[in-house]
């Protein structure tokens, strides 16, 4: 009878102890779920990537974007876009060594080296990226209203190969049209709007121009207007453009 008794008590002290610890289990996975219920979630960012191209399009959510991928030139463009406003970084691509052994080997050998290019069948130079970025560096960059930007920028490569193509017209006339023929195709910076505005002496086709490029340039609220336009009824119509 004893050792019935004493079964007993065993079987409702496991039992006990069972029930409690699962309580205690339930109770701990409650709190967790509620602590992160009540985590505020980060606001999302939208990420592009230009290159030569557009090479990514993306929401980013997190507290670390992570991004490796080839790229199709030597630079890329990181934007940022939330809220209203937008961040950008400039970041060069890396041209991966051939291998290894290859470095080594010449490091051996004394020489003075830089990384040999690696090349597509075409020959061309291939590029790659390897990024991380937190959300708190973005901070440090400057911030610029997203109403009136523009994205992506053309390339400093294609936009030289079109200046000098346009520089190479004999006629006024002529290099109008070649702004005109492809200004909707990228976004350009101030700086290169000034330099397609200077190769266009006439103040009256060069405001022509600047109502072309309005569009498609970013921070065009900050050209040097009086730089570009000496003619007072000019310079008051370019100002009013840019309003």
């Known amino acids: 009878m004893r050792s019935v008794t004493l079964s007993l008590l065993t079987l409702l002290f496991s039992t006990f102890s069972y029930t409690g610890n699962a309580q205690q289990e339930t109770q701990s996975s409650a709190a967790m779920e509620s602590?992160?219920?009540?985590?505020?979630?980060?606001?999302?960012?939208?990420?592009?990537?230009?290159g030569e191209t557009l090479l990514l399009?993306?929401?980013?959510?997190?507290?670390?974007?992570?991004?490796?991928?080839p790229c199709d030139g030597p630079f890329v463009t990181l934007r940022f876009e939330a809220k209203g406003s937008y961040c950008e970084r400039v970041m060069p691509c890396d041209?991966?060594?051939?291998?290894?052994?290859?470095?080594?080997?010449?490091?051996?050998?004394?020489?003075?080296?830089?990384?040999?290019?690696?090349?597509?069948?075409?020959?061309?130079?291939?590029?790659?990226?390897?990024?991380?970025?937190?959300?708190?560096?973005?901070?440090?960059?400057?911030?610029?209203?997203?109403?009136?930007?523009?994205?992506?920028?053309?390339?400093?490569?294609?936009?030289?190969?079109?200046?000098?193509a346009i520089n190479a017209l004999t006629f006024e006339s002529d290099k109008c049209r070649a702004i005109d023929s492809r200004q909707h195709q990228s976004c350009l910076t101030q700086d290169q709007v000034i330099q397609l505005l200077n190769l266009?002496?006439?103040?009256?086709?060069?405001?022509?121009?600047?109502?072309?490029?309005?569009?498609?340039?970013?921070?065009?609220?900050?050209?040097?207007?009086?730089?570009?336009?000496?003619?007072?009824?000019?310079?008051?119509?370019?100002?009013?453009?840019?309003?």
């Open 95 to 164: 041209s991966p060594m051939e291998s290894d052994s290859l470095r080594a080997a010449e490091k051996e050998n004394g020489r003075e080296m830089d990384a040999p290019l690696s090349k597509d069948s075409d020959g061309l130079t291939c590029y790659a990226i390897n990024v991380e970025i937190h959300r708190s560096q973005l901070d440090s960059l400057p911030h610029y209203p997203l109403l009136g930007s523009c994205f992506p920028l053309i390339s400093e490569r294609a936009f030289q190969r079109w200046l000098n």
């Open 200 to 243: 266009i002496p006439s103040e009256d086709r060069r405001l022509l121009i600047l109502k072309g490029l309005v569009p498609h340039t970013n921070l065009i609220q900050q050209l040097p207007l009086d730089d570009l336009f000496h003619l007072q009824v000019f310079r008051t119509k370019a100002e009013e453009m840019l309003r």
């Open 57 to 69: 399009d993306s929401v980013w959510t997190d507290s670390l974007w992570q991004w490796s991928a």
């Open 35 to 50: 602590l992160l219920s009540d985590t505020p979630a980060l606001p999302s960012w939208r990420v592009l990537v230009a």
